[in-house]
């Protein structure tokens, strides 16, 4: 089945503890994207990847770090997790930028203590 | 950087009535997307639009893209309770930029 997965769904954590949320996808796509989604302000994308080893800012990168080392990944770390990172994650990929659909994972919901 | 203005922010409508919800910009857009989120969801695209003035249906969705590509609507005719859900826009910008950028949604809810 074509999907995106995200792992893990939901997590608690302290400020400080650094966390890696992974997302994989089984469809040979080339862009992949990771967005937060917030009561009251919508999705915003954190950062995206046209491809292996090219990712870039999207607009809320702050406290974020991204890696593409193969194209079926693409993980998001928190190095320092602070109480403002609690959000609800989505990762999402598609064939190509300006292809169309993207194919949002089901999220990760992250708390940050 | 690119703003995308969505309204209404809620709609509310006992079923069988119609919705409509649109997506502005003070910019052109380049393509438009739209999605559709069930409440604990995540986001489902819906269709995308590209031409000047581009109009497509599924069902009972008509999907506008204006003729200056400033602004876009979704409209739903006859309203059902599987409607329910939160409704975005999303610009994906063009030239060196790849982003992505979302309207912040219409959350329309139908009493049956």
């Known amino acids: 089945e074509a999907q995106v997965t995200q792992n893990p769904r939901y997590l608690i954590t302290v400020t400080g503890k650094k966390l890696t949320v992974t997302c994989s996808q089984n469809?040979?796509?080339?862009?992949m994207s990771w967005y937060r989604q917030d009561p009251g302000l919508g999705l915003r994308q954190i950062y995206y990847s046209m491809n292996v080893e090219v990712t870039d800012k999207g607009d809320v990168p702050e406290g974020y770090k991204v890696s593409r080392k193969e194209k079926r990944n693409f993980p998001l770390i928190l190095e320092s997790p602070s109480p403002n990172q609690t959000s609800l994650y989505f990762c999402?990929?598609?064939?190509?930028w300006g292809a169309g659909e993207q194919f949002f994972g089901p999220g990760t919901r992250l708390t940050v203590l | 950087g690119q703003q995308v203005m969505q309204i209404p922010q809620y709609q509310h409508v006992q079923e069988g009535e119609d919705f409509t919800t649109y997506c502005n910009s003070s910019t052109t857009l380049s393509n438009i997307q739209w999605y559709k989120q069930r409440p604990g969801g995540h986001p489902v695209f819906l269709i995308q639009?590209?031409?000047?003035?581009e109009v497509k249906k599924q069902k009972r969705l008509t999907f506008q893209f204006g003729e200056a590509k400033k602004n876009s609507s979704l409209h739903i005719t006859a309203t059902q309770t599987t409607d329910v859900g939160t409704y975005f826009c999303a610009d994906q910008s063009g030239g060196s930029n790849y982003k992505l950028t979302f309207g912040k949604g219409t959350l329309l809810t139908v009493n049956p």
């Open positions: 999402a990929s598609s064939f190509l």
């Open positions: 469809m040979n796509h080339e862009y």
């Open positions: 639009l590209v031409k000047s003035g």
